[in-house]
């Protein structure tokens, strides 16, 4: 029972905060810039992109060293 | 899935399904391995009040000790105010599990079926211009430059089948590449020419784009290639494997003699000449230089600022292969690497190391990340008589024989396999946090090792793995400098 109470009461201290999209309000946790694959999805595959051999890599596939050419 | 892991004094969280990033201290990091744990392959898992205690427990037990001063720089280690530190994390987590952005789960089942029967179009090819070269590097894979004893040059006539081909099969795709390579592309640079002016004459006809590069050894590099290339050529790659000891016994002229001397004054003009951009130095690493950071740590000092070193693909018997006795010494150089970097970027002066390079705001799709290289559907390699073949390492494979540039692609099976073949279809990548990064890795080298493009080659995974990590880490480092 006094878990419960202590959660209401961080809740009711960080309720104020902004939601943790790409910020640092979280003590401990910074999420850094990123696009979320998952929507990707959506506009995803135009296929304007780069072959990974053409552009470097030759024997490694480097597709993740790519940027999306579709911006 | 996620993978969490330390380096260079940072705790990162890596969400695999979302590709997103997360910097935290060690409180949250080891919640979030506890959390890991408890849920294992099911991410949906909600954790119960019991499962919940159990991590709060775990951490009081620990963290109440005052050498943890540190973590609790506001409040203070006594075993109330760590259990509010891990409530408070537990909160945030779950928020972060809600935003989609940690323990997300992997909802690529159906893009995949659709993935599997896409339609795709040929965007790109590799024209070997010359099967022959004017050194005798040990790791080529053409038998240094012998090509099995069948050397020839691509005529002009093939040449412009081969546009001609990557013209009518590439759909409504504006954007075609063309990669001169070879052999040495250079020993017949009057087709390159001729084909670069053949390509444009196309493109206004056609309404396409090509985006012309080329590789090359840098032997017969002059002043007038130069400047036909920086006019023409999107992207050069100037092949030098770095310190020159190093480059010289791997990459020597048929006389014995090595190839350094001559090239590195033309390659630091090219790169000069093309503002330290849109080219690419080149190095191959092999067991002969496992310290290979110095190899990149030359070429930054001499002034270049795309740098790309990457492991040498060989047979495993080769003196220089790659064994995996050699992976810890890789391993530490790339973090080597990556804090050199860092270093250097501090003083101003930078350069882009390829492997390290990720554009975390604007990678790629999940589509390309599914889809790879594009070898054996997007992308196919072109012989001097023109042969097709998935890439330029299956050129030679006769069971990889894909067509011909007169006839087009008469091996449409070798096709599918390849537009089959991605991480899901791969045992080994499933569980692997770095699948997004390498795709399934190389056809190539899979084929090469297992006899299958389905298969991965385990060495080239732990180093992929690595530079994954380290690539990761120094976006980290970047946004602490902010």
Same mark, same amino acid.
């Given at each position: 029972m006094g878990y419960a109470i202590i959660v209401d009461d961080i809740i009711a201290k960080i309720s104020n905060m902004k939601e943790n999209k790409g910020g640092n309000l979280m003590k401990r946790i910074k999420t850094l810039n990123t696009r979320n694959l998952k929507d990707t999805m959506k506009k995803g595959g135009c296929g304007e992109c780069q072959t990974s051999c053409q552009s470097a890599c030759k024997t490694s596939c480097t597709v993740g060293n790519q940027s999306c050419e579709n911006k | 899935m996620i993978h969490q892991y330390k380096n260079n004094g940072f705790n990162i969280i890596l969400d695999v399904n979302s590709g997103m990033i997360h910097v935290v201290d060690d409180l949250a990091?080891?919640?979030?391995?506890?959390?890991?744990?408890?849920?294992?392959?099911?991410?949906?898992?909600?954790?119960?009040?019991?499962?919940?205690?159990d991590i709060i427990n775990t951490m009081v037990k620990k963290y109440s000790d005052s050498k943890y001063q540190e973590l609790?720089?506001?409040?203070?280690?006594?075993?109330?105010?760590?259990?509010?530190?891990?409530?408070?994390?537990?909160?945030?987590?779950?928020?972060?599990? +809600?935003?989609?952005?940690?323990?997300?789960?992997?909802?690529?089942?159906?893009?995949?079926?659709?993935? +599997?029967?896409?339609?795709?179009?040929? %965007?790109?090819?590799?024209?070997?211009?010359?099967?022959?070269?004017?050194?005798?590097?040990?790791?080529?894979?053409?038998?240094?430059?012998?090509?099995? $004893?069948?050397?020839?040059?691509?005529?002009?006539?093939? $040449?412009?089948?081969?546009?001609?081909?990557?013209?009518?099969?590439?759909?409504?795709? %504006?954007?075609?590449?063309?990669?001169?390579? $070879?052999?040495?592309?250079?020993?017949?640079?009057?087709?390159?020419?001729?084909?670069?002016?053949?390509?444009?004459?196309?493109?206004?006809?056609?309404?396409?784009?090509?985006?012309?590069?080329?590789?090359?050894?840098?032997?017969?590099?002059?002043?007038?290639?130069?400047?036909?290339?920086?006019?023409?050529?999107?992207?050069?790659?100037?092949?030098?494997? $770095?310190?020159?000891?190093?480059?010289?016994?791997?990459?020597?002229?048929?006389?014995?003699?090595g190839s350094y001397d001559l090239i590195i004054p033309k390659f630091e003009k090219m790169a000069e000449s093309r503002n330290q951009n849109n080219y690419y130095v080149r190095g191959t690493f092999t067991h002969e230089n496992l310290d290979f950071s110095e190899d990149v740590k030359h070429l930054a000092e001499r002034g270049f600022k795309q740098i790309s070193v990457e492991p040498v693909v060989s047979l495993p018997e080769e003196s220089y292969a790659i064994k995996e006795e050699d992976i810890p010494a890789l391993l530490e150089e790339y973090d080597k690497l990556a804090k050199y970097m860092i270093e250097k970027k501090k003083k101003g002066e930078d350069f882009n190391f390829f492997h390290f390079m990720l554009d975390l705001s604007g990678g790629p799709c999940v589509a390309k990340r599914l889809s790879g290289c594009g070898s054996g559907t997007e992308y196919l390699a072109v012989t001097p008589w023109g042969d097709l073949y998935p890439c330029h390492q299956f050129v030679g494979e006769e069971e990889y024989l894909m067509g011909n540039v007169s006839e087009g692609v008469k091996r449409t099976d070798i096709r599918e396999e390849f537009r089959k073949s991605n991480v899901y279809s791969k045992e080994k990548c499933k569980d692997c946090f770095a699948k997004f990064y390498c795709s399934g890795g190389c056809a190539a080298n899979s084929y090469k090792f297992n006899g299958n493009i389905n298969d991965t080659y385990d060495i080239g995974c732990e180093l992929e793995r690595k530079r994954v990590e380290c690539a990761i880490m120094i976006k980290v480092a970047e946004a602490e400098e902010e």
């Open positions: - | 990091y080891d919640i979030i391995a506890m959390i890991d744990k408890i849920n294992g392959k099911n991410t949906s898992h909600l954790l119960s009040e019991e499962e919940k205690e609790f720089a506001d409040t203070s280690t006594d075993p109330v105010s760590v259990k509010e530190a891990v409530m408070e994390s537990l909160i945030d987590i779950e928020t972060l599990i +809600k935003d989609g952005a940690l323990f997300t789960e992997d909802i690529y089942e159906q893009y995949i079926s659709d993935f +599997k029967t896409r339609s795709t179009v040929v %965007k790109a090819l590799c024209l070997h211009i010359a099967h022959d070269c004017n050194l005798a590097c040990r790791y080529c894979f053409a038998e240094e430059g012998e090509y099995h $004893g069948r050397r020839a040059l691509m005529s002009y006539e093939v $040449g412009k089948q081969a546009l001609d081909f990557l013209i009518a099969n590439s759909g409504n795709r %504006k954007n075609l590449e063309v990669d001169f390579f $070879g052999g040495e592309p250079l020993m017949n640079w009057q087709v390159v020419e001729d084909l670069v002016k053949y390509g444009r004459e196309q493109e206004t006809i056609h309404n396409k784009k090509f985006r012309f590069t080329l590789t090359t050894n840098g032997v017969l590099l002059d002043d007038h290639i130069m400047e036909f290339a920086n006019k023409e050529m999107s992207n050069v790659v100037l092949s030098i494997d $770095g310190r020159k000891e190093v480059n010289d016994y791997m990459r020597p002229s048929r006389n014995g003699k």
